[in-house]
């Protein structure tokens, strides 16, 4: 007998403290996949993994199998070895098969098709990137444990039998991390890229620079990293030790060599996620400043600060050698990233510098701009037509609409302008403060958290649950325009991956669900039953998520 999953749920809220009980309820053939497939048929039977089990995959898919492999072997210990000469692409015995052939093209770029039948598992995608993200979903199927990284004794590895076809939503599902406030290694960000992985995010959003730190080196101008990656203390009210991030000679920062981010990004690409640099212009440039004083509207000098707030570090527009600058950052930036998009920021710039800046009065009066609004859209203009020249597309915040919009430019809308953007014919990614920024505390009760920000909020999980990333009052033929949605990262009050990963999940669950799942499907009450169980696999890749967002919810105050 079959029976629609998509059902929904009737599990009350309160059921959610009794953990264990919950988890037996659910019973081993209710499937907890997060995000929630689009299409999904439960059928009787199981599937079980056995020392002689084999993975099957076809030339193309290699690099996907080789990755579910080392996945089965580190939690059951068995030998899984890989085969690519087989007789059939219609089943195999015994054996899991990843492959291309006879995949429906109608599941685009990133869906996939897996069918768990008793004796066989079949995984059926257009791409790589599908087949990857079937592998996913079959991970979800098997116990908990199968995401442990030692063997694991006395568990029965079985997967329900079900058929399932499933496709994203949206196409920017992302996460970003400010690396300016407090610095991440290299190893750390590719923990978090895993967890993206594992929730079918695609898109990291790596913010690089800001007024207080300079995290990418450049080669032509060594000095920013010499003088802006760095800064006398942690800042921000921590105490020296909330942190490992110091360098020789005491002072608290860092940065990635390019080395470094070759690394991070094919670490990246192998997961199938795009890694998007930010490069702040033409404010919160503080860091960038300090160590290259001559590119500013003022005298200086500049000192990196160690306290959160909007300071004084904007470009001077009116020098020509500041765009021979900033042209030089970014084409080393693009040699480093090879995705479609880089982000220059383009957010709270303090205008009253170039108000107050004889150069700069200048210049508008010479361009014939009314305000320092439309200065800034000058700015901008002249960025987005370099970055167009090399192929890429200019991604900025919200503010790059004031003065008028570049042409080819994108949006990410964190104090409105999607709608206003996406009818002019620019794509838009959604990304709210009120429901997608993750340094906002996640309860009414702030005095019981860690640090966080304190000038909005508190972002509960039911909230960013119950976010709609389409506008609803953005006609149709403009809809194609919202690209997808992200949560957001700031590090002010995170000074360390522990804290990070307390402040990201599970809020990152919730985001990954509102940009892959269809909207018809979304149940507060199935969810938090399948996040039950999705937190024992957080548990097994040592992941720390706030545990009372699940076990003790509490309702939304917005509501």
Known sequence: MECNVLMKSAIPVIFLCLFAAAVSAAGANQPAIIPLPQEMTLQAGDFRLAPDTCIYADFASRETASFLTERLHSSTGYPFAIHTNFSSSSGVENGILLTGKDADPKLGTEGYELTVASNSVVIRAPTQTGLFYGVQTLLQLFPPEIFSSNVVANVNWQAPCLHIRDWPRFQWRGLMLDVSRHYF?????????????????????WHLTDDHGWRIEIKKY?????????????????????????????????????????????????????VVPEIEMPGHGTAALAAYPQYSCTSGPFTIPLTAGIFNGIYNPAHEETFSFLDDVLSEVFQLFPGKYVHIGGDEVPKETWHNSPDCQALMKRDGLNNEQELQSWFIRRIEKFISAHGRTLVGWS???????????????????????????????????????????????????????????PLLLDRVYSFEPMPTNLPEQFQSHILGTQGNLWTEHVPNLKHAEYMIFPRECAIAEVAWSSKSSRDWGDFMRRLQIHAQRLDELHINYRHASITTPEPDPFK
């Open 185 to 205: 290694n290299k190893y750390e960000i590719e923990t978090i890229l895993d967890a993206m992985a594992l929730h079918k995010l695609n898109t990291f959003h």
């Open 222 to 274: 060594p000095r920013l990293t010499e003088i802006g990656a760095w800064r006398d203390g942690t800042g921000f009210g921590f105490a020296s030790n909330s942190t490992t991030a110091y360098g020789p000679d005491g002072r608290y920062g860092g940065f990635y060599t390019p080395d470094d981010i070759r690394e991070v990004v094919a670490y990246a690409a192998a997961r199938h996620i795009t």
């Open 399 to 457: 503010e790059i609409l004031q003065g008028g919009i570049a042409k080819n430019a994108t949006v990410m809308d964190w104090i409105g302008g999607a709608v206003e953007a996406a009818r002019a014919g620019h794509d838009v990614v959604m990304s709210p403060t009120g429901y997608c920024y993750f340094d906002y505390y996640q309860s009414t009760n702030y005095s019981a958290e860690p640090p966080a920000a304190t000038y909005a909020g």
